[in-house]
């Protein structure tokens, strides 16, 4: 799994997380990343996504309350404040990138493993 997540936990409401999403592995080139979200029996929103060049787009719901950014291309966080108990969701990070899968060099998109992120109200 060339994405690996990190920093989900349990939070009160109105306090805050930081996110991690590192790539790694054989990859040659990263474009767009982006973090999503799924509660439990809903389908997968989107939260914010970062082009390469760091300009940022978010959901309604994360707009003024969460960040995101990459300090370098193989990575991107999401600062998250002001949480409240409706953001308790497990959050995976993507990336469309070029690398190596199934033996072959390809532009593919990757997936996170997920990180669950609590939020106590």
């Known amino acids: 799994v060339p994405l690996q997540a990190s920093g989900g936990g349990l939070v009160e409401a109105g306090g805050s997380l930081r996110l991690s999403c590192t790539a790694s592995?054989?990859?040659?080139?990263?474009?767009?990343m982006a973090w999503y979200r799924q509660v439990q029996g809903k389908n997968r929103e989107l939260v914010a996504s970062i082009t390469f060049r760091g300009a940022a787009t978010y959901a309604d719901f994360a707009r003024g309350r969460f960040s995101v950014s990459r300090d370098n291309p193989m990575t991107v966080d999401l600062e998250m404040n002001s949480l409240k108990s409706e953001d308790t969701a497990v959050y995976y990070c993507h990336a469309d990138l070029f690398g190596m899968r199934d033996g072959t060099w390809q532009n593919y998109e990757a997936w996170g493993q997920g990180t669950l992120v609590t939020v106590s109200s």
């Open positions: 592995g054989r990859i040659q080139s990263m474009s767009d």
